[in-house]
């Protein structure tokens, strides 16, 4: 058997890291707790998320006519996105390289100078990848599966 006085230095060893072994674990319990309350649902917690939004697109002549992609997809984005979740900023490249240096934006979508060109000059793919639809619109009719196959998209 045990020595009753090798049994009370360990008892007493082991009573100082308890305490603060379930102080700890309750910390740590406690923040996992609060991180994963903002992790399940973060459109609910994100407000004025900035984003710096930069169209350097000239623009291109295309099928005779001037057409601006760039600006068009720059436009869109502004009026889809949502102002109160998404402080979406148009800026000039200079200006968001600075800001993200800064911090005061989080991220830049950039629109490069020839983007109207590039989609101008590329051919059409040879080959149109299958989509699946949703029902969630009814006006898209929607294909059974012997139209799942790569079609050509000319």
């Known amino acids: 058997m045990t020595n009753?006085?090798?049994?009370?230095?360990?008892?007493?060893?082991v009573r100082v890291w308890l305490a603060p072994a379930i102080v700890v674990s309750l910390l740590m319990a406690l923040l996992a707790t609060m991180y994963l309350a903002y992790v399940v649902d973060p459109s609910k917690?994100?407000?004025g998320f900035p984003i710096a939004l930069v169209d350097q697109d000239s623009g291109d002549v295309i099928g005779g006519k001037p057409t601006n992609v760039g600006k068009q997809i720059s436009d869109a984005l502004v009026q889809q996105?949502?102002?109160?979740?998404?402080?979406?900023?148009?800026?000039?490249i200079n200006e968001a390289q600075q800001q993200l240096n800064s911090g005061n934006v989080?991220?830049?979508?950039?629109?490069?100078?020839?983007?109207?060109?590039?989609?101008?000059?590329?051919?059409?793919p040879a080959w149109c990848p299958a989509m699946s639809l949703s029902r969630s619109s009814p006006s898209i009719p929607i294909r059974g599966p012997g139209h799942s196959r790569r079609r050509s998209c000319r």
């Open 81 to 92: 996105t949502p102002s109160d979740k998404i402080d979406l900023r148009g800026l000039g």
């Open 45 to 47: 917690h994100l407000h």
């Open 4 to 13: 009753p006085e090798e049994a009370s230095p360990r008892r007493s060893r």
């Open 106 to 124: 989080y991220g830049a979508i950039v629109i490069p100078s020839d983007f109207t060109k590039r989609l101008g000059i590329s051919p059409p």
